[in-house]
């Protein structure tokens, strides 16, 4: 644990973490010793760990990236951040986010954007920017993440580290900053496969007292098919009998050939293995974009309601009635893309646009959704890349909102579908910048997706 912070304060140009407790992670560290010397044994105690600045920490401020939340101290954890301490990790500190996990570029964060460790001129990925950075420059061995619409997937592809999603509801959501409760999930971004297995193991699990969309559905332990071959298939061969399809709309012009070149070689790779490739077709993959910023922005403008000023939040010093406070401090405390969220929410739920957009991309959902359970007839995981390009030079995308939810089109229909996915290094691309191969699973196939990478690394 000294090592690693005195290693993050070294390499704090990156941007990686907005808060450090030294005495409380050295107390934490002694406790695991503690633990340890009195005989017990877990693959978590004593291991520092690093956490998105989503998660609300007792001891370290949570400010969720924002302004907003500037100094704000959370009385209780999260409940990942206390099943993780639970299992004896130690937290190191807290990890830069995009504002409110809005964001594909970490450049939307209140305080800092964070620099991708293999060009520090270029973005990490986001929302959970500061996760893949600190874990691509070895700053911590894993780290938490959240992903709403590719957030872990996206950025572990950007910095050549593996992330892994779990089925929505898999991982509680209390004391997760909320941005978009319907499709917001926690999941471990770390070094390898095997890594997210030991610590999503720890991270799942039902909390349905505390989280009303928490699955009522027992821990798993995610290592357990690590490195075995799959059911009838022999060691040399351990992937034999596993179909992956490849959505055809996920290998067209829109995406840069530098990165389908990498895809299509860390296939090759599963071939070899055992699996077999089979062209599938997830057809509304297109809609997913606009169906997406109709809802998440919509779950966004209600749940940011809440920082007002009063109860939540940053208060304006200056105001003239009740109605001027909530509008200087919401000003102030919100950045230009929480801000432009809250806006095209609140249209799209407003009376006479709801039936139109809302209730519309509700539909649209359930259809994406559908079309996931079709593919799944044909095959048993889906393959395809994570994000239509490499990680962007900072600033390139900063002044252009839509450019940036294009480039969520591999990731967002997953998680409007509530499946698993993950993000597992591919190769390297253009500018010899890391790229991912997104695998995504059926719901609760976790397991299976960590073997699959597993045996692939
Ligand atoms: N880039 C997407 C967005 O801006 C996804 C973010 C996330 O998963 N938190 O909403």
């Known amino acids: 644990a000294q090592h690693l912070l005195a290693r993050a304060k070294e390499h704090q140009n990156l941007g990686a973490y907005l808060a450090f407790n030294e005495d409380l992670t050295l107390a934490q ?5 503690a633990r340890i010397a009195a005989g017990e044994r877990g693959p978590l105690l004593g291991v520092p760990l690093a956490h998105k600045d989503i998660f609300v920490t007792q001891g370290f401020p949570t400010t969720a990236g924002s302004k907003m939340l500037a100094g704000y101290q959370s009385p209780f954890d999260a409940t990942v951040v206390s099943q993780l301490a639970a299992a004896g990790a130690v937290t190191l500190g807290k990890l830069n986010c995009d504002e409110f996990a809005m964001g594909s570029g970490n450049d939307n964060s209140a305080y800092a954007p964070v620099h991708n460790p293999w060009d520090t001129a270029r973005v990490p990925g986001g929302s959970s920017g500061g996760s893949a950075a600190a874990v691509a420059a070895r700053l911590v061995p894993a ?10 997937r996206q950025p572990a592809s950007f910095t050549g580290i593996t992330g892994i999603k779990p089925t929505y509801g898999r991982c509680s959501r209390y004391g997760m900053v909320a941005f978009a409760s319907s499709l917001d999930q926690a999941g471990p971004m770390a070094r390898s496969a095997a890594d997210c297995a030991t610590l999503l193991s720890a991270m799942a699990g039902p909390d349905i007292d505390r989280d009303s969309t928490s699955l009522d559905h027992p821990a798993e332990d995610y290592t357990r098919l690590l490195g075995l071959a799959r059911e009838g298939a022999m060691a040399a061969m351990p992937l034999k009998g596993l179909r992956i ?5 996920f290998f067209g012009a829109g995406c840069a050939p530098d990165v389908l070149a990498a895809v299509r070689a860390a296939l090759s790779e ?13 057809p509304r993959t297109e809609l997913s974009i606009p169906v997406y910023y109709i809802i998440a922005p919509a779950e966004a403008s209600s749940n940011l309601s809440r920082f007002d000023g009063v109860k939540f939040g940053h208060r304006a010093a200056k105001f003239d009635d009740l109605a001027d406070m909530y509008k200087k401090s919401r000003s102030e405390g919100f ?16 009376h006479g646009y709801y039936d139109a ?3 519309k991309a509700q539909q649209i959902r359930r259809l994406i959704a559908q079309d996931f359970q079709q593919a799944f007839t044909q095959c048993d995981v889906i393959a395809g890349p994570v994000a239509p390009t490499v990680a962007w030079k900072i600033g390139e995308k900063s002044d252009d909102p839509v450019a940036n939810y294009l480039a969520d089109i591999y990731t967002l229909s997953t998680s409007l579908a509530g499946l698993p996915g993950m993000s597992v290094p591919a190769g390297f691309g253009a500018a010899n910048m890391p790229v991912g191969l997104q695998l995504v699973g059926n719901y609760f196939k976790e397991g299976e997706l960590l073997q699959t990478a597993h045996a692939f690394q």
């Open 29 to 33: 560290a002694q406790a695991a010793d």
């Open 143 to 152: 780290a938490t993440g959240t992903d709403t619409g590719g957030s872990i």
């Open 245 to 249: 399809g490849l959505p055809t709309e």
């Open 270 to 282: 599963y071939e070899k293995l055992g699996a077999t490739l089979v062209d599938i077709s997830l």
């Open 335 to 350: 950045g230009p893309e929480v801000q432009r969220r809250i806006m095209i929410g609140t249209y799209v739920l407003s």
């Open 357 to 359: 957009y809302y209730l």
